[in-house]
Nanobody
Framework: QVQLAESGGGLVQAGESLTLSCAAS????????LGWYRQPPGTQSELVAT????????INIDSNMGRFAITRDNARNTVYLQITNLQPEDTAIYYC??????????WGRGTQVTVSS
């Protein structure tokens, strides 16, 4: 089993930056892959970024434009999502996810990010 706890969301102004954190606990092998999804209001969730224990990472969303970065601290089993130049369209619930080979097996409760224009 894996428990995931997100933090760092909130209300920000457009153009500001934010760092989301997700602390993972439980079976270590089930957190080899960590990732972030987001679900904007009224739409389906989308995969934002993934990172493996090796550090290999992928930013998956089309609107990245260099604004998203995913990192992890293996000693703390924590994954971070840095978002710069936040835009109103980034408003969403951001979910942390984990799995042994890809995220999507275990989920956190999510953290709300709201960007005002």
């Amino acid at each position: 089993q894996v428990q995931l706890a997100e933090s760092g969301g909130g209300l920000v102004q457009a153009g500001e930056s934010l760092t989301l954190s997700c602390a993972a606990s439980g079976t270590i092998s089930n957190t080899n892959a960590l990732g972030w999804y987001r679900q904007p209001p009224g739409t389906q969730s989308e995969l934002v970024a993934t990172i493996l224990r090796s550090g290999d990472s992928t930013i998956n969303i089309d609107s990245n434009m260099g604004r998203f970065a995913i990192t992890r601290d293996n000693a703390r089993n924590t994954v971070y999502l840095q978002i710069t130049n936040l835009q109103p369209e980034d408003t969403a619930i951001y979910y942390c996810s984990a799995g042994p080979r890809a995220p999507g097996l275990y989920w956190g409760r999510g953290t709300q990010v709201t960007v005002s224009s």
